[in-house]
């Protein structure tokens, strides 16, 4: 199964579409944004004609490349050293396993510096409290969905899973930030030590070497890191959201 990476959904996937299907993940959005203020966050309103680079898509391959990233990212928050690269990834890494017991999740009615409890959450009192994910760092790398959910041009540090919903059915519940993503990105390619003025079709074509004493052993990584800090950018500059299809 493929993994497509697109900034600015509705010209990349919606634009020759019928007004229905529009209107559909309009009515997402909107509910999407009902939340948001719930949370005490800003709106995201996503942007629906071409502008610029926009639509923007990289069809990455296999969700696995996400994977590979994150172990790096696990490593680093552990204070390990860099693991050594695979190309057959197993079901439970321990790295990755070792950084999901480290983070915390626990349902706010607001999300910000003083999050406010749902009273009477041990009765499940509230259905409309979301659920944040808070850790060592790289959240939003780690702990977002690998396969559905948006990246917002919003600044905020928790992951968000929005409360159940069957109007999340298309992409999932997953909100993060293009901001921290972004911070997190930048970081990774700090320690990877790539050639960041190349372009994501020539990473793409470089082969791991686990023999190479540079880069070249995590060039998977490298590549991945790349598409997120590009797509990132491209957020943030145009206001659309990062989906993962």
């Given at each position: 199964?493929?993994?497509d990476?697109?900034?600015?959904?509705?010209?990349?996937?919606?634009?020759?579409?019928?007004?229905?299907i529009?209107a559909?993940?309009?009515?997402?959005?909107?509910?999407?944004?009902?939340a948001?203020?719930?949370?005490?966050?800003?709106?995201?309103?996503e942007?629906?004609?071409?502008?610029?680079?926009?639509?923007?898509?990289?069809?990455?391959?296999?969700?696995?490349?996400?994977?590979y990233?994150?172990?790096?990212?696990?490593?680093?928050?552990?204070?390990?050293?860099?693991?050594?690269?695979?190309?057959?990834?197993?079901?439970?890494?321990?790295?990755?396993?070792?950084?999901?017991?480290?983070?915390?999740?626990r349902?706010?009615?607001r999300?910000?510096?003083?999050?406010?409890?749902?009273?009477?959450e041990?009765?499940?009192?509230?259905?409309?409290g979301?659920?944040?994910?808070?850790?060592?760092?790289?959240?939003?790398l780690?702990?977002?969905?690998?396969?559905?959910?948006?990246?917002?041009?919003?600044?905020?540090?928790?992951?968000?899973?929005?409360?159940?919903?069957?109007?999340?059915?298309?992409?999932?519940p997953?909100l993060?930030?293009?901001?921290?993503?972004?911070?997190?990105?930048?970081?990774?390619?700090?320690?990877l030590?790539?050639?960041?003025d190349?372009?994501?079709?020539?990473?793409?074509?470089?082969?791991?070497?686990?023999?190479?004493?540079?880069?070249?052993?995590?060039?998977?990584?490298?590549?991945?890191?790349?598409?997120?800090?590009?797509?990132?950018?491209?957020s943030?500059?145009?206001?659309?959201?990062?989906?993962?299809?």
């Open positions: 199964m493929g993994m990476i697109v900034v600015g959904v509705f010209p990349e996937l919606y634009d020759s579409a019928d007004d229905e529009r559909k993940q309009r009515e997402e959005f909107a509910a999407i944004n009902r948001l203020r719930a949370a005490g966050l800003p709106e995201h309103h942007p629906e004609t071409a502008r610029g680079a926009i639509p923007w898509n990289c069809r990455v391959g296999s969700w696995v490349c996400v994977h990233l994150r172990r790096i990212a696990a490593s680093i928050v552990l204070g390990k050293v860099l693991p050594p690269p695979v190309t057959d990834l197993p079901p439970h890494d321990p790295l990755v396993d070792a950084f999901n017991r480290a983070c915390i999740s349902r706010v009615a999300v910000g510096p003083n999050d406010t409890p749902i009273p009477g041990e009765a499940g009192a509230s259905p409309l979301i659920e944040i994910i808070e850790g060592p760092g790289f959240e939003h780690i702990c977002h969905s690998d396969c559905t959910g948006f990246y917002l041009p919003i600044p905020f540090r928790p992951v968000i899973v929005l409360p159940s919903d069957p109007r999340w059915d298309q992409w999932g997953w993060g930030s293009s901001y921290t993503l972004l911070d997190e990105c930048e970081r990774l390619s700090e320690v030590r790539y050639p960041r190349w372009e994501i079709e020539a990473l793409r074509e470089q082969e791991p070497d686990s023999t190479a004493a540079d880069w070249h052993r995590y060039a998977i990584e490298c590549f991945m890191c790349q598409v997120l800090i590009t797509a990132c950018r491209l943030i500059e145009s206001g659309c959201a990062i989906v993962y299809c």
